[in-house]
């Protein structure tokens, strides 16, 4: 379920609301899905570049290098990411890419992903820490949301 939930990052309603992941569920089904506050207060809106992989190719020595950044818009609760892959020999560049994903996220609060599974028709929501079976707190920046078919 995570991947289809990924995938969903538009403004509207996530892809498991619109029935898609609910249909299948059986009588007393439950669906578990993990999300994340993304962006913290106090960190900046505009990421810098960071270098984020270095490897070395051992059957010629050409050295992979990638770059990672992100953007957030606290609006509408989206994370735009961009990613710089380079392969080197002897100092030379020999194949970069560039890879942009506008939109990557959409983050929901605790009070958020609560309600989506309550107009979904869930019910008995319990929302965990990480991916323990603790109960969440207003803290958690990672958390696990638990509903069941009724």
């Not at 194949?95 to 939109?103: D, I, K, L, N």
Request: net charge negative; with cysteine; glycine share 8%.
């Amino acid at each position: 379920m995570e991947s289809v939930s990924r995938r969903h990052v538009e403004l509207g309603r996530p892809v498991f609301l619109q029935g898609h992941v609910y249909a299948h569920l059986k009588p007393d089904g439950v669906l578990v899905m993990p999300f994340m506050l993304i962006w913290k207060e106090g960190e900046p809106l505009h990421g810098e570049w960071k270098q984020t992989g270095e490897k070395v190719r051992p059957e010629d020595g050409a050295l992979a290098r990638r770059w990672s950044r992100a953007d957030y818009d606290l609006k509408n609760q989206l994370e735009h990411t961009e990613d710089r892959h380079e392969l080197s020999l002897n100092g030379e560049v020999i194949a970069a890419e560039h890879h942009r994903r506008s939109p990557a996220t959409r983050w929901y609060t605790h009070p958020q992903a609560t309600r989506l599974y309550g107009e979904t028709g869930l019910t008995d929501i319990c929302l965990f820490s990480e991916f323990t079976h603790n109960p969440a707190s207003e803290a958690d920046q990672m958390f696990c949301v638990l509903g069941k078919k009724g």
